[in-house]
């Protein structure tokens, strides 16, 4: 039945599947684990209930989310070496050592104080809980930042030789590996995604039950404080990714053409394509809306400045050019229309409407999930950009794989897509139902739980008699 099938292109369907579903959950992650240490910091700071309030709402929240985002993970480890193992073999001694020190460094730091963050509040002083959280934090920063340099590098290697066995290996220093040309920029760009990601999902959350009660203290707090999130980093992450672009530029220039739709080389300048169809076979956009010479002017400050076409890239070494330029310009259009929502944050602000503008929490709501689409259309321009290749400009795709059979590849393929949507359509599912709860006053302690599990804690019989001595 799927004989007649690519089979490589079902195994890179395969991991952009999950690479997809997974990246969902540490976006969310990194920034709210963040988000918890804000509250609880501002709880000791100020002693205000609604701080630790709200830092209980959203900390069951972390909890799935959390969860899902390791599960996810694992799954993905698994395939390089189903899928991928001569990628793996060619790039280990390289690769493997950085995502040895992500699960040393990074993973057992968020394992080991997430039980005292999650369970050790009545335990431990708040002091050595806060840290705790600050740990967690502390923990998904680390994680972000391994993973970025592994896919940095495949994106702009350096500090590597190639050994007769064909495998990359260190060559001098290791931190020319780690601190590629393109690490700091892709590390900044995607930690103000997912910062930004949460306030949006945050705001969503508050103006949701602002819309049931203007007066829940909760409900006000959480909003106020991610507008103030949106409507400051929004501008951020704006200028944090014209310098990934120029730095893309510099060092995967196929990669921008495409994002651009430059077919052909623009000598006088070149135009800011807004909307179009790309037609490769044609080697042109259709139905062009561009601005003349904007492209120039953005990428090199200069509207009659040079810019070089695809017509300088072999067929066969270009990137798909559809696919990357339609996800950037999802990714950019949310990014402005971020802005735009705060921005009217701080007109609400300035007319004292924030609690009271339904208008503007029914755009913060609608805008809620645009965070994990705008991160999601990010990475597909990242990764399909980068094609043909996996390690830019050394590796090609088509020599990475393993041996692979189309059957036995669309059969797990099939396997992944009705498992993930089973399992993580209920996670999801129920992180809505927490987050549709209205947030309210809790318990300032949890529950009394039994320290000691058996064998050393005294109980009466069961008939209600004394336990004789023993």
Not at 433 to 440: A, E, I, Q, V
Request: charged share 10%; aromatic share 12%.
């Amino acid at each position: 039945m799927f004989d007649n099938l690519d089979a490589v292109l079902l195994a890179r369907i395969q991991f952009a599947f999950t690479v997809s579903f997974h990246f969902i959950f540490p976006s969310f992650s990194i920034g709210l684990a963040s988000y918890l240490a804000v509250l609880e910091g501002l709880w000791l700071k100020t002693g205000k209930s609604v701080y630790l309030d709200l830092f209980k709402y959203w900390l069951k929240i972390f909890a799935v989310v959390f969860a899902m985002g390791v599960v996810s993970g694992i799954v993905m480890s698994y395939q390089f070496g189903t899928n991928w193992s001569v990628f793996s073999v060619k790039t280990g001694p390289v690769l493997g050592p950085l995502m040895a020190y992500e699960v040393l460094t990074a993973f057992f730091l968020e394992a080991g104080f997430l039980g005292v963050m999650l369970f050790g509040m009545s335990k431990v002083g708040r002091k050595l809980h806060f840290v705790a959280t600050c740990m967690v934090a502390l923990g998904t920063f680390i994680s972000a930042t391994w993973i970025l340099s592994v896919n940095s590098w495949m994106q702009t290697p350096t500090g590597f030789a190639i050994n007769a066995a064909g495998q990359f290996v260190p060559a001098g220093s290791w931190l020319d590996i780690i601190f590629n040309p393109s690490f700091p920029y892709r590390l900044a760009h995607t930690l103000i995604a997912s910062y930004l990601t949460t306030s949006l999902v945050v705001g969503a959350v508050g103006a949701w039950h602002l819309l049931k009660d203007r007066t829940n203290p909760y409900a006000r707090k959480m909003f106020s404080m991610a507008m103030w999130m949106a409507a400051i980093v929004a501008p951020i992450q704006i200028f944090s990714g014209d310098l990934h672009g120029l730095n893309t530029l510099e060092h995967q220039p196929a990669k921008v053409m495409a994002m651009e739709g430059h077919y052909e080389s623009h000598p006088d300048g070149a135009p800011l394509i807004l909307f179009g169809i790309p037609n490769s076979a044609e080697k042109r956009v259709d139905y062009a809306i561009e601005i003349p010479k904007a492209s120039s002017f953005i990428l090199k400050h200069d509207p009659n400045a040079p810019l070089a076409g695809l017509d300088t890239i072999p067929d066969d070494r270009e990137p798909p050019v559809a696919i990357v330029f339609w996800s950037f310009r999802v990714m950019v259009g949310l990014g402005f229309a971020m802005l735009g929502l705060g921005l009217i944050s701080l007109l609400a602000r300035a007319r004292r409407s924030l609690y009271d503008w339904p208008l503007l929490h029914r755009l913060a709501i609608l805008m809620g999930p645009s965070g994990f689409v705008a991160v999601i259309a990010g990475w597909i321009t990242t990764e399909v950009g980068r094609q043909p290749y996996t390690v830019y400009g050394h590796l090609l795709t088509g020599q990475s794989h393993s041996p692979l059979a189309a059957p036995a590849v669309a059969a797990s393929l099939i396997a992944f897509v009705i498992v993930y949507f089973a399992v993580f359509g209920a996670g999801v599912w129920y992180l809505l139902k927490l987050m549709g709860h209205t947030p309210r006053a809790h318990e300032t302690e949890p529950p009394q739980i039994p320290i000691r599990s058996a064998g050393i804690t005294p109980a009466s019989a069961l008939d209600g008699a004394p336990r004789p001595a023993e």
